[in-house]
């Protein structure tokens, strides 16, 4: 077990190689130098995706209950940005979620509520 330990720790301690150095058919050092090419409609192609995405984040942050509250979302595509709100239901004051993704690499570029 020690020696598994050791190991690991050796392996870590290595000073990865960047990915632009690498010749064609070498193999990478570190899995972290290992970059895979996006597919050309990005990571979130459609509404859909963006929603699943965004209800992962906003339930965690704000509860499942309160965000399915704000159903029907809002969605609309901007400049390779999905940008999802939440609705308010007639009678209720105060806010909705507002969140944007990154249509190319999912990665969340806005969020309020």
């Known amino acids: 077990m020690i020696t598994v330990i050791y190991c690991s720790l050796t392996a870590l301690a290595q000073t990865p190689t960047p990915t632009s150095s690498l010749h064609p058919g070498e193999i990478p050092k570190s899995v972290a130098d290992y970059r895979v090419p996006l597919p050309k409609e990005g990571l979130v192609p459609d509404k859909e995706t963006a929603i699943k995405i965004a209800e992962v984040i906003l339930f965690r942050l704000y509860g499942e209950e309160d965000v399915i509250a704000e159903r029907p979302y809002k969605v609309k595509e901007e400049d390779d940005i999905w940008w999802i709100s939440g609705t308010l239901k007639e009678g209720h ?18 969020l309020e509520h």
Do not use: E, P, R
């Open 93 to 110: 004051f105060g806010s909705v979620f507002n969140i944007a993704i990154s249509k190319q690499t999912a990665a969340v570029l806005h």
